[in-house]
């Protein structure tokens, strides 16, 4: 999973933690509805498998296996032991585990372990095993915890990034989502990246039948790759930014395009420079719409008047720009957003 973009959560994955924290309350609630439920339906920490009429235990019995995986008990003076199950830790036979009846409270006397010599000699792994684990001063219940959790309680938040961990950070998304851009053209840029712009390659997926062709240059068939980087018209438009930074760019995919805004600008020209991306993408797929729906050529040049006039009024560009900003300019050789700037300040 990666995070940036639109920011929208996943209403499964909502639903999903809500019957996780439901389920958390559940177990851990001392409320009567809670007692109620959980003698019905866990017997020795353990679903029962026949059916229960409940609602609540329909919505939440498919998640009780999971609260049991990832939460542990803090030992008090109860009957409750806070590390693996011992039967496991002793190599015991499943059959012969279910015999087994005492409790850790049997082997707690004034506060402090006691084991009789038999067991000690038996199990001398115990000795150490029990020995990490601190015995409270005063009289405590066990506490059932959520193991990732500060607190110990669980919320809805952890409860929903345990259901859709945070995945890494798409560094693309913080540039195309900026006060400086146009709402209309980031979402644009934004579904350019995950290629979901309804080109025909994507409109034949979605099972459309028709004749595919680049409406831009009336050459080969239309795809997201093609239409933005590979078609002349788009070609031009990208020698000329390219010609306008003073580097060669090349994109072997769509995350290569936003690589250029990490070289050392300043924070002025980085917006500028990113505007450009934006709007030299937003203007391709404005150049193909009004050929494909209303039969309109748009020259490439004159693509470039529009891209550089976007540019200029994208935020509060010119009030921000500085006399550094503009010399750092001059060196890249942005001599027409340079005048367009001026005109505008």
């Known amino acids: 999973m990666m995070s940036g973009g639109l920011g929208l959560r996943s209403l499964i994955s909502l639903n999903e933690a809500s019957n996780l ?16 439920i959980r003698k019905r339906a866990i017997k020795n920490r353990k679903s029962v498998n026949y059916h229960i009429f409940s609602s609540i235990w329909s919505s939440v019995k498919s998640k009780y296996q999971s609260i049991l995986d990832n939460s542990e008990w803090i030992l008090g003076s109860g009957d409750s032991w806070c590390g693996p199950a ?18 850790v409270s049997d082997f707690i006397v004034n506060f402090q372990w006691c084991f009789p010599p038999s067991v000690s000699q038996v199990f001398p792994q115990l000795l150490s095993l029990f020995n990490h684990t601190t015995i409270p001063k005063v009289p405590l219940e066990d506490n059932l915890v959520w193991a990732k959790a500060k607190t110990g309680n669980l919320t809805l938040k952890e409860a929903y990034l345990h259901k859709s961990p945070i995945g890494h950070k798409l560094h693309w998304a913080r540039r195309i989502w900026s006060a400086d851009i146009p709402p209309t053209k980031s979402l644009l840029s934004w579904r350019i990246m995950h290629d979901r712009v309804p080109t025909d390659d994507k409109l034949r997926e979605r099972g459309c039948s028709l004749a595919s062709v680049c409406s831009n240059y009336l050459s080969a068939g239309e795809s997201t790759i093609h239409l933005f980087f590979q078609c002349n018209y ?16 090349q994109f072997a995919d769509l995350v290569d395009i936003w690589k250029v805004c990490d070289r050392n600008w300043t924070p002025q020209c980085k917006v500028a420079i990113t505007a450009c991306i934006i709007n030299i993408l937003s203007t391709i797929w404005y150049s193909r719409n009004q050929s494909r729906y209303y039969n309109k050529k ?34 890249l050789k942005t001599l027409k957003l340079i005048s367009t700037l001026l005109e505008l300040h």
């Open 86 to 103: 011992l039967s496991n830790f002793l190599n015991f036979p499943p059959n012969n585990a279910s015999q087994l009846i005492a409790c």
């Open 234 to 249: 788009a070609c031009k438009l990208w020698s000329w930014f390219s010609s306008l930074l003073n580097i060669n760019l």
């Open 21 to 36: 924290k439901f389920g958390w309350e559940l177990v851990t609630s001392s409320q009567s509805w809670a007692i109620i």
């Open 298 to 331: 748009i020259f490439w040049k004159s693509t470039i008047n529009l891209i550089i006039s976007s540019v200029a009024l994208s935020g509060n560009l010119t009030r921000k720009a500085s006399a550094v900003d503009m010399a750092e300019f001059v060196s």
